[in-house]
């Protein structure tokens, strides 16, 4: 799945984006948030406060319990600051 | 309709243009965001403006779209710019026309507060201190939650 | 600042000019009235604005000041023509600009609620049923009641 | 003293402004008015309604007990409709 980020997430993450395939117990969001923590120090130190993370698939925001698919476009990014 | 541009717009043609030869428009309602020269007691000197091509897009559509079913509008129009801005200049512009002015009044203030909490824009600050990305106000969460639909109710929730 | 003049006037410019060189401002509210092609379900040809010289300048003068002690604003304009105007044609603007959206907002609707109700202005309509003057409306008069200042309220009447 | 008419209470009365002297008695905006319904018919039918009748004097908007002086400018008017 192609995973994307933004801002400060990105800058912490060290990665605009990248194409992962997380192992088979990675249904959802929480759990990939999860998985990601443990891919790197950078991606540990971006998603340590969640209450700041938002999470969109394919364009579309959604909560931690969503579904996520390999064929899925997830951003992962802080609470936006545009207008 | 929507924009997303890293060019300025022109206040007035952008107005000229959606009202023009709609002889049913009564009131025009438009706002204006534009950069500070000030964040949090720092001095800035610029911004940066980041955001995600085609959910950016697909984000200001969906709140037009709210916006054209909850009120009688005639006409609306967001434009929202990226990239590097400096203090003066115009970040965003949202227009609603409509026959009566209390319509495109709310629907101009409920598509910038919306927004405000939605598009996928973030910006970073060149301060006296270094570059800061913006945190997001509780304040503009708290703004985007008058609008919220209570059920049966589509106005602004009192 | 107030202007009562017979001649249009351009919407971009007007903001450009109040905004320029103010770099505390963050957002920009206007609002424009435009005379519609239909009132009461007759075809309006025309309308010509008469007005109170003198009294209207001081009436839009104190409703101007009023809106600048109420809210936080950096600079505030409001422009009325009169004369006979067409469908489409601009009638009068509003803009108000501030380091806050809301104060803008809030200010600008106030102005153009406050002057609907206050600015001695009087719309005579050229329909296809013959020249009528325009009667004021109830919902006019609610609109500006809810502006009314309870003791100790600086702020929109919820 | 001055009053000045405006829109339909101008067409009605069939002048735009007129210069008057009225009897000592009149003191007060209410006794002006009584006073002018007597001056024509024109006056009469413009000042039959007084629910739809403004009164402004020397510029502000003014209610019926306000004390008028011969040299006020008083305006009476219907109720205003620009914006």
């Known amino acids: 799945m192609k995973l994307i980020y933004f801002a400060w997430l990105r800058m912490r993450v060290g990665l605009a984006e990248e194409n992962v395939t997380p192992p088979g117990h990675v249904r959802d969001v929480q759990s990939l948030l999860e998985w990601l923590k443990t891919r790197s120090p950078g991606h540990a130190a971006a998603l340590k406060e969640m209450s700041v993370v938002r999470v969109a698939v394919n364009h579309e925001y959604v909560p931690l319990g969503h579904p996520v698919k390999q064929d899925d476009e997830i951003a992962i990014f802080p609470p936006v600051t545009g207008g | ?158």
Chains 1, 4 share one sequence.
Request: proline share 3%.
């Open chain 2, 1 to 158: 309709m929507i924009r997303v541009q890293q060019e300025d717009f022109d206040v007035g043609k952008e107005i000229a243009a959606l009202s023009e030869g709609r002889r049913e428009i009564g009131g025009v309602c438009c706002f204006v965001g534009l950069v500070r020269d000030i964040a949090g007691g720092a001095k800035v000197d610029a911004m940066t403006l980041e955001h995600y091509p085609g959910m950016t897009e697909k984000q200001l559509e969906a709140i037009d779209a709210e916006a054209q079913r909850r009120w009688p509008l005639a006409a609306s129009l967001i434009v929202h710019r990226y990239g590097r801005l400096e203090p003066g200049e115009r970040i965003v512009l949202v227009v609603t026309a409509s026959a009566h002015r209390e319509a495109a009044f709310e629907a101009c203030h409920f598509l910038i507060d919306w927004l405000k909490t939605k598009a996928p824009f973030w910006k970073l600050e060149d301060t006296e201190h270094g570059a800061q990305w913006v945190a997001a106000r509780d304040s503009d969460d708290k703004a985007a939650a008058r609008w919220v639909e209570n059920t049966g109710s589509t106005g602004k929730v009192k």
